[in-house]
């Protein structure tokens, strides 16, 4: 207990501990990532999608027969209910793909066969189906707005290459199924970050997961948060050529911006998964003939840890993501939808976790302002009552 005389005020949350987690760990200093105890470079490496979302939400690498069910779960939900469908057909062309998403999420809950079931297993398999269909919600919108018919799901695709071929409406080939299935790796978890924790306060209260999902949709959608590898991509894009990089980096710090998918609460280095995904982004550059962008970004990229590593700012994973998705064919709008269907299994795991040892969170303001005002009856109040 403090007094009011002994508040420490914690702006932003700041090395905040809110919960105990066996989740994610990350050790900033050395670009160290791990997903309940395994590596994020053993998984990208080695694993799948769909292991990895198993991993983060039981604890543990599935047995077979696990992962099968586990599989199955995910893919009976590929496909939206048709209320869904039909609204997304409904939508201007210009909304934003993450507000779509955030909308069609917390639409879920109106068809959810759970009912008002609170417990962990409904609230679990909640979690499943959002997994399983927010690839098809963000294709299906991204289809329609360019004026052609939605593409049903395969039930035989993993996730990642579901969500190319409802994308592009063809299959995608080893090579594009695998860096998609890698990033969706990469961003699947990221310990307590602004949305997971958006997630758990919604949780807390003992709403549902629809809930705490789309709450953290609404978070990860800022600039400062998801919304960084778009930004990313647009300024690379905007600076054009190598050779200007170094330029625009000084003009970018000289004018106060911030340079996008650099720097990071936690990472203090290199983040991890920026590590991984530069040289993907180069073979993609290099298979897809969009190398000059790839060249422009790694550019960009020395230029500002040339500036910015003395104040511990470096590439995070939002600086090559962009690229990646980029070379993939992905609109540049729906990058943080894409980060946001990755994500989703961190979030489930996370809500899971803590609503197992549930306390409603509620922290508390330092309160600044008056005390006593006197209320005045509004014909008698003038421009400089007083309170
Ligand atoms: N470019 C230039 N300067 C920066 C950058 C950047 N990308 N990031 C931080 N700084 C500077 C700030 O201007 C500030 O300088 P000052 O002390 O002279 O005022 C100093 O570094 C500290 O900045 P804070 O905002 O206090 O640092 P914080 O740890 O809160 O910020 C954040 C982390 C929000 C990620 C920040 O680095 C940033 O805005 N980066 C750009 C956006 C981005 O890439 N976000 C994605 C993060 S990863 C993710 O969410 C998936």
Redesign the pocket.
Known sequence: MSSENTVVLHK?L?NVYVAESSICYIDGENSKLFYRGYSVEDLAQRSTFEEVAFLLIYGWLPKREEFEGFVRTLRESYTPPQEVLAWLKTLPSQAHPMDVLRTAISMLSLYDRQGVDGGLEANRLRGLRVIGVTPTIIASFARIRRGVNPVEPKMDLPIASNFLYMLRGTEPDAFDASVMDKAMILHAE?EM??STFSCIVTASTLSDMYSAITAGVATLKG????G??E??LKYIQSVGSPEKAAEAVDR??AA??????????VYKNY?PRYMILKPLAKQLGERKGTLNLYLTAEAVERA?VER?SQ?K?FP????YSGLVFNALGIETDLFTPV?AMSRNAGWVAHVLEYLADNRLVRPKAYYTGKLNSPYVEMDRRGDKVEG
């Open positions: 932003g700041d990221h970050n602004a600039p400062l948060h998801g960084a590898n930004a990313a970018t710090l106060k911006q911030r340079i996008m998918g650099f720097g990071h609460r983040d500002a910015l104040h700012l995070n994973v939002d600086f980060f």
